[in-house]
């Protein structure tokens, strides 16, 4: 008799491996934290200090050893508060970022002289650091959310025109041709046949996007970014609250990565035929 053994499912396995690694990486960070191999040592916190940080910035508490002083998370916001008027900052620069970029893109994948006289123009964005515009942006828009929202839109707004323009450049002639053959306009070419076909580039474009966003977030939220959850990081920084620091980078961290799981999921619903035959 022949005994088989049962493995446990593909995505068992990978939980598995990813709470090992985690737990392998916490005992680590732990480790290192403890040997107070960076003097001073409040510049190495461990997880339990930043995870107090964490709840300190999410709750009411006393400041200054008293109980007469009690203070509203962090700058008299919750950290997840901050994470919110971030998230919407952010989203505001996609949002345009897509109603320029995708529009632009598919003008620039469809009309060659167009793509090549803006092209370049579209490189130069995308190859420039967001500090290398934000003084220009906040002395234009001022030290509010407008310049804010400019800066996360200059760091979406390229990838999502250059995959829109791959996605266009990527249909296939024929179906193009068959649209033409039952008289269909260049309007509902563009609608009925360029825009579908495209699609799964575009959510590539816009993953790539929100990536920008969130590294650009605590550049635009370096003047007058509080409430914010880049500014929360960035202040901490300067004041050496590292723990707090450390905790604003892991929210940003895990957040951004929640959010491209929902876009994953999202384009798996829109376009299910991505990667078939």
């Not at 022949?2 to 480790?31: D, F, K």
């Not at 050893?65 to 919407?88: A, K, M, P």
Request: proline share 5%; hydrophobic share 50%; net charge positive.
């Amino acid at each position: 008799m022949s005994s088989t053994v049962l493995e446990p499912p593909r995505g068992v396995r990978r939980w598995v491996g990813l709470a090992l690694s985690l737990v392998v990486l916490l005992a680590t960070w732990s480790v290192v934290a403890a040997a107070d191999l960076v003097e001073p040592h409040y510049l190495t916190p461990s997880p339990l200090q930043v995870w107090d940080a964490f709840i300190r910035a999410n709750s009411h508490h006393a400041v200054g050893g008293g109980i007469d002083r009690v203070v509203r998370g962090e700058e008299n916001y919750f950290l997840w508060e901050h994470l919110v008027v971030s998230l919407r900052r952010i989203g505001l620069g996609l949002l345009f970022g897509v109603l320029v970029g995708v529009p632009l893109g598919l003008l620039m994948g469809s009309v060659r002289w167009v793509g090549d006289l803006v092209g370049p123009y579209v490189d130069f964005l995308r190859s420039l650091p967001p500090l290398a515009y934000i003084g220009f942006l906040v002395a234009w828009f001022g030290i509010y959310d407008t310049s804010k929202v400019w800066l996360l839109f200059l760091a979406a707004f390229p990838p999502i025109t250059l995959a829109t323009i791959n996605g266009v450049r990527g249909v296939r002639q024929d179906q193009l041709n068959a649209a033409r053959s039952l008289g269909a306009s260049g309007l509902q070419l563009t609608t009925a046949v360029t825009l579908p076909a495209t699609l799964p580039d575009i959510l590539s474009g816009l993953r790539v996007a929100v990536g920008f966003a969130w590294t650009t977030v605590v550049a635009a939220e370096l003047v007058n970014g509080l409430p914010g959850i880049g500014g929360l990081a960035y202040l901490s920084g300067t004041q050496n609250k590292i723990a707090l620091s450390v905790a604003c980078i892991l929210v940003i961290g895990l957040t951004a990565i929640a959010l491209d799981a929902v876009i994953r999921t999202i384009e798996k619903l829109v376009v299910p035929w991505r990667g078939k035959a």
